[in-house]
């Protein structure tokens, strides 16, 4: 089955099997590995991908799904020359430690500050309850999440959208807790 889509802002068209996953394709048709694969059961959130905008678990998103749509991985959102304000604010933070879970952690902070500039805390634990982490512990995640968003709002007010473009898209189990329980 031929399906087309824009996978980090470039159109593509890729061949694959109707029962294929949203995951299978990315990782092994695209060669784009940031993108994780553990639980497979949309529990964990390492698989999470942006499909317009919005996070999904790409372990069991059927591949065939994301025709017409805009699909987004870690590789999509930074680049060489300069990290997306969320990507930075991880690494200013220090959250995370082995990395596995940090591009759906990434991924799943960035579909939230566009939805949300100024989030609670209470509203970013919440937001970000279905993505695991098994090393760091929340807090500096949550450290990093906040930061991003000041980041962004920062670099929102330093650069006007451009003509058609939001200012949002411009600015480039073991649960998520933040307490001991």
């Known amino acids: 089955m031929k399906v087309s889509f824009v996978l980090n802002g470039k159109p593509v068209e890729l061949d694959f099997e109707p029962q294929e996953t949203l995951a299978e ?12 694969v553990s639980c497979e059961v949309q529990v964990c959130g390492a ?9 999904v678990s790409a372990c069991t998103y059927l591949a065939y799904e994301a025709r017409g749509r805009r ?11 300069r990290l997306h304000p969320i990507q930075k604010a991880f690494l200013d933070e220090f959250a995370f430690q082995c990395g596995f879970c940090t591009p759906g952690m990434i991924l ?4 939230l500050l566009e939805e ?5 805390d209470a509203e970013v634990v919440s937001y970000m309850d279905g993505n695991l982490c098994r090393c760091t512990g929340y807090r500096p995640i949550l450290k990093a999440i906040r930061r991003a968003a000041g980041l962004m709002r920062q670099q929102e007010a330093q650069s006007p959208p451009r003509e058609g473009e939001t ?6 189990g073991g649960r998520f807790r933040t307490h001991h329980e």
């Open 25 to 36: 394709v990315l990782r092994n048709r695209c060669h784009l590995t940031g993108l994780k």
């Open 47 to 55: 698989c999470t991908a942006l499909v317009d905008g919005l996070p």
């Open 71 to 81: 699909v987004t991985t870690i590789e999509g959102i930074g680049d060489s020359e």
């Open 108 to 111: 799943a902070a960035k579909a």
């Open 116 to 120: 949300n500039p100024e989030p609670t």
């Open 167 to 172: 200012a949002s898209e411009a600015s480039g």
